[in-house]
């Protein structure tokens, strides 16, 4: 499996909150944060870019890429991305953006309605789908489910009755199959409510539930800003 993205600016993206913003989230639990957007939802989507398998591998090749087409980026300098603001809400979705001095990322976010377990302690999740127009990328979808996913157990997105199998490694999945991206983002549009379900390493089966109210907006504006 291919993740698309650029480890160096995830890590600039990163630092730009301040953990007393994250930690300030997850304190808040699951009952305040349910069905809203809160100020560090960037920030977190971008720490969990960082998890992802291929970074190591891919960190020097793209490194180095930059610095043949700029002439004098030294390998592993980290370009300086905008710090992410929101520039549209559209129902229960709101859509973001970050830009930086030669590249931008566009996504649509969504946080839970409901979470059951209800009395199962864990961090804010999220759902993301990003566009990264240098990169070539589109409707990337990630999840931060926040907790810690039983590695290689059964994972997968529900909706409408189509489903779709997820990957994931910590506490971030992703579609299972890159392929079945857009057509994962298709069934957004047209359906009512998204249903994650994972099971955690503690063993906990846990269902997260996400409405669909205002994502045709939300990517409109997303393919508005990031074509």
């Known amino acids: 499996m291919i993740f698309r993205f650029?480890?160096?600016?995830?890590?600039?993206l990163a630092g730009i909150f301040a953990p007393a913003l994250c930690l300030a989230a997850i304190a808040a639990?699951?009952?305040?944060e349910q069905g809203k957007l809160s100020a560090d939802a960037p920030g977190r989507w971008f720490e969990a870019r960082q998890t992802d398998p291929k970074a190591d591998e891919t960190k020097?090749?793209?490194?180095k890429k930059s610095a043949a087409k700029t002439g004098d980026a030294k390998p592993g300098e980290a370009k300086k991305p905008g710090k992410p603001v929101q520039v549209g809400s559209y129902g229960d979705w709101g859509?973001?953006?970050?830009e930086g001095a030669k590249d931008k990322?566009?996504?649509?976010?969504?946080?839970?309605k409901e979470r059951a377990p209800a009395a199962l302690k864990r961090d804010p999740a999220y759902v993301f789908i990003s566009n990264r127009p240098a990169e070539k990328v589109r409707n990337e979808v990630s999840i931060i489910m926040g907790f810690a996913v039983k590695e290689g157990a059964d994972?997968?997105?529900?909706?409408?009755?189509?489903?779709?199998n997820l990957v994931a490694k910590g506490a971030n999945a992703w579609i299972k199959n890159p392929a079945e991206e857009t057509q994962f983002v298709e069934a957004l549009k047209k359906g009512s409510k998204l249903i994650v379900k994972a099971p955690s390493v503690k063993g906990?089966?846990?269902?997260?539930?996400?409405?669909?109210s205002g994502i045709s907006q939300a990517l409109d504006k997303v393919q508005k800003d990031c074509p």
Do not use: H, M
């Open 60 to 63: 020097k090749a793209d490194a």
């Open 29 to 32: 639990g699951p009952s305040q």
């Open 204 to 212: 906990n089966v846990t269902t997260d539930t996400y409405s669909l």
């Open 155 to 164: 994972a997968r997105a529900d909706i409408g009755g189509a489903n779709f």
């Open 105 to 112: 990322t566009c996504y649509a976010l969504a946080t839970p």
């Open 6 to 12: 650029l480890p160096g600016a995830a890590l600039a």
């Open 95 to 98: 859509a973001f953006l970050a």
